[in-house]
């Protein structure tokens, strides 16, 4: 009798756990001061000066754009951080993420 399809007891290819990834994305208004947008960016997402001028003018272009890619608990970590920031100018500078 033939005897059934065999599975490797290894795999060749262990799967390694990967915590699923969040998009913080930055959205435009009409309010908030530029330079406000970029020190924030600086402040919480750790950008220099060149990346954070350059995802504040795709976001003020575009509508929105994306900032970097964290786990949900740092992605939400930062968001607040950085709506606590617009709070304390009374900016209504606003941040979402998006499962990746
Ligand atoms: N649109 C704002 C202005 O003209 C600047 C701005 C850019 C605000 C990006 C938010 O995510 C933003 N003052």
Redesign the pocket.
């Known amino acids: 009798m033939p005897h059934a399809p065999t599975t490797p007891r290894t795999e060749a290819r262990p799967k390694t756990a990967r915590p699923p990834l969040y998009k913080v994305i ?9 330079d406000f ?1 970029v020190t924030v960016l600086k402040a919480v997402f750790r950008m220099g000066e060149g990346e954070a001028l350059g995802v ?1 003018l795709a ?2 272009q575009l509508g929105a ?1 994306v900032v970097a890619v964290f786990t949900r608990e740092i992605a939400e970590e930062k968001i607040l951080r950085a709506h606590e920031m617009a709070a304390a100018e009374d900016h209504p ?1 606003t941040f979402t993420s998006e499962k990746e």
Not at 26 to 34: H, Q, V
């Open positions: 930055l959205l435009n208004d009409d309010f908030t001061p530029r947008v504040m976001a003020h754009a500078l």
